[in-house]
C-alpha cells in the first residue's frame, strides 16, 4: 500500500519543539492549506484545511529555527492516525502528517508573513532530506552556515 501526502500552505501556530530522552528533536505545527472554487450557484467560495505536522531529527530543528506562524511551506510525508486518552478518560484521536521532506517558500528577504516572490518566480529551496543528507555526511554538524541556510 502507499500513503503519501502533500500539502502547501501556512503554518498557524510557531514550531513547538521536544526532544525525546535519546535526544531526538521533535517539532510539532499545523498547516493551512486552501482551495477556491464556484459552488453550484457559480457563487465564488473557499476551503480552509488545518492539518497537524510534525517533523523529526534534523528536520525539527531547521523548522524550529527558520520557520514561524504565517511561513509558508510545503510538506511531504505520510498520513499518521494518533490515538490517546484526555485528562477525562475519553478516547481521542486524529489524522496527522508526519514529515520526510519539507521546503520553506518564503524568500530570505521576506518579512514575518508576507513572501516576496510570486507563483511566477521560481523558488530555489533545498528540501530537508537534502539538508539531512548534507549534514549526515559532514563533519562539523554543529551549527548551521549561512551557506546551508535553504532560502
Known amino acids: ?17 521536544r526532544f525525546s530522552q535519546g535526544g531526538l528533536a521533535i517539532a510539532k505545527s499545523a498547516i493551512a492549506t486552501s482551495r477556491k472554487f464556484k459552488s453550484n450557484t457559480g457563487e465564488q467560495k473557499e476551503e480552509v484545511c488545518f492539518v497537524d505536522i510534525t517533523f523529526f531529527g534534523r528536520s525539527a530543528e531547521v523548522a524550529n529555527q527558520y520557520l514561524h506562524k504565517g511561513s509558508k511551506i510545503l510538506v511531504e510525508g505520510r498520513l499518521v492516525f494518533e490515538q490517546w486518552v484526555d485528562q477525562n ?4 484521536s486524529k489524522h496527522g502528517v508526519s514529515v520526510d521532506v519539507m ?8 518579512s514575518n508573513t508576507q513572501p516576496q516572490h510570486t507563483d511566477t ?5 533545498k528540501s530537508i532530506q537534502q539538508q539531512n543528507e548534507q549534514y549526515n555526511t559532514s563533519t562539523n554538524g ?8 535553504p532560502f
Open 1 to 17: 500500500m502507499y500513503n503519501k501526502i502533500i500539502l502547501v500552505g501556512n503554518l498557524t501556530r510557531d514550531i513547538e519543539i
Open 89 to 92: 478518560g475519553q478516547k481521542r
Open 142 to 149: 554543529d551549527e548551521i552556515k549561512e551557506d546551508d541556510i
Open 121 to 125: 518566480q521560481p523558488v530555489q529551496n
Open 103 to 110: 521546503q520553506m517558500l518564503d524568500s530570505k528577504n521576506s
